[in-house]
């Protein structure tokens, strides 16, 4: 059975950093998309990042344009995203997850997901 377990979510201030892993187990990396997606209480899920196991292929919301970064580490099977320059906008439960398909329908896709970890912003 796949998991995908995120840590490193927290509490900043607004322009502060966090960097969120995702360890990932029992999946053929190379066949999948994987990526981040936030969700607040009583709001429509949000795709963050995405990016392609094999390949350098990346995508953002534009509302994260600029201020993160996704990326892998294919020897320690983990995904990470790297968050700068926090806005309490930004505030919500960030979900890694990993679908067949990259791009517009990835997070109606999904075939793995952690079980989200909270961040929060600041004023």
């Known amino acids: 059975q796949v998991h995908m377990e995120e840590s490193g979510g927290g509490s900043v201030p607004a322009g502060g950093f966090l960097r969120l892993p995702c360890a990932i187990s029992r999946l053929s990396f190379e066949h999948y998309a994987f990526g981040w997606y936030r969700q607040n209480p009583g709001r429509e899920r949000e795709t963050v990042a995405l990016?392609?196991?094999?390949?350098?292929?990346?995508l953002y919301a534009d509302s994260v344009k600029g201020r993160f970064t996704v990326s892998r580490d294919n020897n320690q099977k983990t995904l990470y995203l790297e968050m700068n320059n926090l806005k309490p906008e930004d505030t919500a439960t960030y979900y890694c997850?990993?679908?067949?398909?990259?791009?517009?329908?990835?997070?109606?896709?999904?075939?793995?997901w952690g079980q989200g970890t909270l961040v929060t912003v600041s004023p």
């Open positions: 990016l392609k196991w094999s390949g350098d292929a990346t």
């Open positions: 997850a990993a679908s067949l398909v990259y791009g517009g329908s990835w997070l109606k896709s999904l075939d793995a």
